[in-house]
């Protein structure tokens, strides 16, 4: 591995911030799931959530891989098996939905552990998760329009929840919050992708990395690895 990609690699994953997350509630269009995926790329976001029936799982083989490939998609059947895991984590749960009780989106504090729910592109939340949601969230608008592109109300919501955490130096650690395991995985697998995928096929465990991020492996690993 480039020892420049190691490093930008360990400075993205200290970034990561693991209580700050999107819980899409049967968003079923890829181009709306890649772009959602990619925005929480952006904002340093580690894993999203994703309420989709067995039927609409196939949503996720057909978004974009690179995305994919730094941000985790924890998948449930029920909206409440997933806000169920959520507020065990202590967080927040709001949803974007225009009601009397609703307010602006910039007026919530993003520093606290917060997870948000955007509806389905044709029905938008359903009735179960706002009664779950602790509040209901808006984006002001002063057109015709009263509702936006769900890619687009999560890119407006998750930089605002950026901007308040860099602010509150969240996104300024010296070491990664995530488990060393899913550390140890990520350098592997995007730092070697070609043989990541071969010990994957071949059930063999990653070995360790150096600190300029070359395979330190004993002979056995390597024969077992070219072993056909």
Known sequence: MNLDRY????????ARQID?????????KPNNVSAIIRTADAAGI???????????????????AGARNWVEVKTHETIESAVGELK?????VLATNLSDNAVDFREIDYTKPTAIILGGEKFGISSGALELA??????PMVGMVQSLN???????????????RQLAGLYDRDVSVLPEEVIHKTLFERGHPVL???AKRKKLEYPPLDEEGQIVADAAWWAEMQRR
């Open 7 to 14: 490093n930008r690699i360990q400075t993205v994953l200290k």
């Open 20 to 28: 700050l997350t999107l819980c899409l509630e049967e968003v079923h």
């Open 46 to 64: 580690h894993k999203v959530h994703a309420v989709w029936p067995k039927k609409n799982m196939r949503t996720l083989s057909h978004t974009s």
């Open 88 to 92: 065990a984590q202590n967080m927040q």
């Open 134 to 139: 602790d509040q209901d969230i808006i984006i």
């Open 150 to 164: 769900v890619s687009v109300a999560s890119a407006l919501i998750l930089f605002e929840a950026q901007r308040q």
């Open 196 to 198: 990541a995928k071969v």
